[in-house]
């Protein structure tokens, strides 16, 4: 296995994240097809519920996983990288196995949590029997996160990014033959449809950790692991200490947006139930911006869970070391990139709301509405999640608890007077719910990057200038395809003519936006000569010539 540098296994890590993402949007074509929206709003249900179990149940310990081994490492204490390891998995193993135990046991319970007396909608025995279901993932998700985080830590990110396409490939096959063979062929019922799909979780990540598995073995020298090593003068309390002050900050934030969008869930169907709108309706919108716009969504977030991946490692090794120039040098790097890749991708996918939702879901009364603001939230999400890890990775717990705390509680709090305050200036008052969302992340950024300029030579000047630029350039895409479509409008009676217009779109957005970054040079900064000519070189299929050599420490 070889070692990625941060720009390459940034890019590595989002490609494969870019990938299951874009598949995870294209299986809910036909997923959506087979079980309906009464079903989609079932699915959303048990979704929302495994994420919140499955952030306890791994205790943030993959990530924090890959914050320790990074550090050993750096330190040359491979014993005590060993043994973190080891601990990491004795500890999800109990937690893991709690949480199963809990949602065995109490599903019926939670059902009663989330839609409380609303009538109109899915059964309460339906929705026990999904979450039900989902439970068994949990058994498994956290050890494969686990390892994850071991090959994560030593800058290994290709295998981990691998596992993730395996787990992706494999669920989505489950959901879609699972719930068509269910529903299509032996006519049973959706619910029943809906929990063969949500089983999939299960079966993708078992897929995932025998291929991880596989790849831990070949490469045991590698990753310390083939023989004795002499035991580093750490005790294994101060291991647990060490992996616990890690995680929690971790498990805070997890559960914290988890639990958010399943609290965002009950509050948005309460909410509308109240003002007029039908348990069918209230069920479908809050779908929408929990899950099914969510997974649009995910192709704007998948840049900067790529970062993380690639991220973590770096900035704790350099922190570690004190080299303050190259953290502030990698943050502001993350921060820049997601400008210059999410704002674009989020505004270009809100001007194509309409034949985007069209493409995955039909066209329907609230779903390209709803859509069309809950994708700007992936923006403020992204630099949400690339502060909180930076400050987590250079110990800044205390600013994490505050931020994180300070922006649910603002989400939480704003979420109803805001859909009320909608409502009555005559906006849709779905929107209020996103409106809170953003303002959430908005004060936990502001939070986050007001304590990380206290460290020594930490700085946002060129990243605002970059700011500004993006925006320049986001402008002047956003008047071009404004123009197009008073010429070309958009076509949404098939689904074909949707993706026709999307491919158009797309490609005089991209062009027009890339072109003017291209000139301002802010592509080169970010990524370097070296890696825009292997680019360009797979573009031309090996035709294009580099001209220039490159310094050897570019991709740092």
């Known amino acids: 296995m070889k070692k990625n540098s941060f720009v390459e296994g940034t890019i590595i890590a989002t490609l494969a994240i870019v990938f299951t993402k874009i598949l995870g949007m294209l299986y809910v074509i036909p997923f959506y097809s087979i079980i309906g929206s009464q079903g989609s709003s079932l699915y959303s249900y048990a979704y929302n519920i495994y994420m919140i179990f499955l952030s306890i149940s791994s205790a943030g310990i993959p990530t924090a996983m890959s914050k320790i081994v990074s550090e050993y490492e750096s330190q040359g204490m491979r014993e005590a990288k060993v043994r973190s390891f080891k601990i990491g998995i004795f500890i999800v ?10 949602l065995i ?18 059964t309460l025995e339906d929705i026990t029997l999904v979450i ?25 990110i290709k295998p981990s990014s691998m596992s993730q396409m395996i787990e992706q490939i494999v669920r989505i096959l489950v959901i879609i033959f699972g719930s068509f063979f269910i529903i299509k062929i032996l006519h049973k019922s959706v619910s029943l449809g809906v929990a063969v799909a949500v089983a999939g979780a299960f079966v993708g990540g078992l897929a995932a950790i025998i291929y991880i598995a596989g790849k831990i073995f070949t490469h045991k020298k590698q990753l310390s692991l083939d023989r004795k090593l002499e035991r580093d003068n750490i005790s294994n309390k101060e291991i647990l200490k060490k992996i616990c002050s890690y995680a929690i900050p971790f498990v805070i934030i997890n559960l914290t947006v988890n639990i958010y969008n399943t609290v965002d869930m009950s509050l948005i169907i309460r909410t509308l139930s109240s003002i007029g709108y039908s348990g069918a309706d209230a069920e479908f919108v809050a779908g929408v911006i929990t899950t099914w716009g969510y997974k649009l969504n995910m192709i704007v977030t998948a840049v900067a869970t790529g970062l993380t991946v690639s991220l973590i490692p770096n900035i704790v090794s350099a922190y570690t ?9 990698i943050f502001n790097k993350a921060l820049q990139i997601i400008l210059f890749i999410s704002i674009p991708a989020a505004f270009g996918l809100s001007f194509l709301a309409y034949p985007v939702w069209n493409v995955f879901y039909g066209i329907d009364a609230y779903g390209p509405t709803v859509f069309k603001l809950s994708i700007i939230t992936a923006i403020f999400c992204n630099f949400y999640l690339i502060a909180i890890q930076t400050a987590q990775s250079v110990n800044k717990y205390k600013i994490v608890y505050i931020a994180v705390i300070t922006g649910f509680l603002t989400n939480a709090l704003m979420d109803v007077p805001l859909m009320l305050l909608c409502n009555k200036i005559g906006l849709p008052p779905y929107y209020g719910a996103s409106f809170a969302t953003i303002l ?3 004060i936990a950024i502001v939070i986050v990057l007001a304590s990380m300029k206290k460290i020594k030579g930490i700085n946002y000047g060129e990243t605002w200038k970059m700011l500004f630029k993006t925006i320049g350039a986001l402008i002047a895409m956003l008047v071009v ?6 010429v070309y409008p958009f076509h949404t009676s098939t689904k074909m003519w949707s993706i026709i217009d999307i491919a158009i779109y797309a490609l005089v957005g991209a062009t027009i936006y890339l072109f003017l970054m291209y000139k301002m040079g802010i592509i080169k900064d970010l990524f370097g000569q070296k890696i825009i000519d292997r680019v360009l070189k797979i573009i031309t299929l090996g035709h294009y010539k580099a001209k220039e050599t490159y310094n050897d420490t570019e991709e740092d």
């Open 93 to 102: 193993s109990i937690l893991s196995a709690l949480c199963f135990l809990v």
């Open 105 to 122: 046991f109490f599903s019926e319970t939670i059902a009663k949590l989330i839609v409380g007396d609303m009538t109109g909608g899915n």
């Open 132 to 156: 039900f279901v989902v439970s068994f993932a949990v058994l498994i998700i956290p050890f494969l996160s686990v390892a994850r985080g071991y090959l994560q830590g030593h800058k290994y």
């Open 321 to 329: 070391l004190k080299k303050y120039d190259k953290v502030n040098k």
């Open 440 to 442: 959430g992340y908005t």
């Open 481 to 486: 395809l404004s123009l197009l479509n008073i």
